[in-house]
């Protein structure tokens, strides 16, 4: 009898320990909740930056959850959080002059988190920038009136590109920014140091495009200069923008272009809006029927050549033989 109220009593334990544990497992479920935080349709340009997005009490806690997004988590991340309502914020790092502000698609800004729910902050570049949304303007440039295309013109994929002469040692951030004359399209390019100052935009459209401005990343006293070499170009015959800056603070400068010669970029985008129009290349047996009559010309300056070196040798052997018979008799 003992023995069976001491295997009641283990198994009374058991279930009462499981049970507790349930509970526990309950009550923790419910005291947290989780958030997912992405940002959608994030532009190429940009693939190489990173975006900081904050949950916290208020733009003043100091205590938010930090979430980090970038190309290691393909730009998606899930936190645990305690119910409580959050505010949250989503910035591109290192663009203090809000160039590309970020939104959630639902605009929300405050987040009621409940106990054991699951929550979606999506966010996506704005349509503008902070200035333009503030003053109508673009800020580092103003567009040109649009031309009318020819009357065979019709868009497809092409290239343009820029590349910069430069104060030797230069190593600023550039952005230069084009337009489509004939799309009203302006794509900007971002030149570094480690692309030898040369940048390409890959999915540009073809046309005519008009340089529009460039400028140095924070240089807010306006230090570097830049003149374009053609403020036009076409992608059918190349449109590679030469820009040349100049440092007000060092005018004497030597410069240097270090793209122009050992950067492939710009000439393969030339190559790639020229793809359809190249020339075919002449068959190798015309070049070698063109080029025997020359090989025959230089076979036969050689032989003359030789022959005028041996001249003065033949003469002389000729006097001293003619010498040689003459005493002999």
């Known amino acids: 009898m003992q023995d069976f109220e001491v295997f009641f009593m283990r198994k009374f334990l058991a279930l009462l320990v499981v049970a507790f544990l349930c509970f526990a497992t309950k009550v923790y479920a419910e005291d947290v909740a989780t958030v997912t935080v992405t940002v959608a349709n994030f532009p190429q340009k940009l693939q190489n930056r990173t975006v900081i997005v904050t949950l916290g009490n208020g733009p003043s806690d100091t205590k938010s959850t930090i979430i980090v997004l970038d190309g290691l988590n393909n730009y998606t991340e899930t936190v645990t959080v305690v119910p409580s309502e959050y505010y949250c914020a989503a910035a591109v790092q290192y663009d203090a002059l809000g160039d590309y502000p970020l939104q959630e698609i639902d605009q929300t800004t405050f987040l009621q988190v409940e106990d054991g729910n699951h929550y979606d902050l999506i966010y996506t570049l704005a349509d503008s920038s902070w200035y333009e949304s503030v003053t109508g303007q673009q800020r580092h440039y103003t567009l040109q009136p649009l031309e009318t295309p020819p009357e065979n013109y019709e868009p497809k994929p092409a290239q343009v590109g820029a590349y910069l002469t430069a104060p030797v040692g230069f190593s600023q951030h550039v952005i230069v920014y084009l337009q489509n004359l004939y799309t009203g399209d302006v794509y900007d390019l971002e030149l570094y140091e480690s692309n030898e100052l040369a940048a390409v935009e890959p999915n540009a459209l073809s046309g005519k495009y008009a340089f529009l401005s460039a400028y140095v ?109 003459k005493r002999r008799h």
């Open 217 to 325: 990343v924070g240089d807010a006293e306006s230090r570097y200069q830049f003149s374009c070499e053609q403020n036009e170009l076409s992608t059918e015959t190349g449109a590679d923008f030469h820009l040349t800056v100049t440092d007000a603070a060092n005018p004497d400068r030597e410069m240097n272009t270090p793209s122009r010669d050992q950067n492939v970029t710009v000439q393969a985008a030339n190559s790639f809006n020229n793809r359809d129009t190249a020339a075919p290349e002449q068959p190798a047996i015309e070049s070698e029927v063109v080029s025997q009559p020359v090989k025959q010309q230089e076979k036969q300056l050689d032989l003359l050549s030789l022959l005028l070196d041996f001249m003065p040798g033949v003469l002389v052997g000729a006097v001293l033989f003619a010498v040689h018979r």
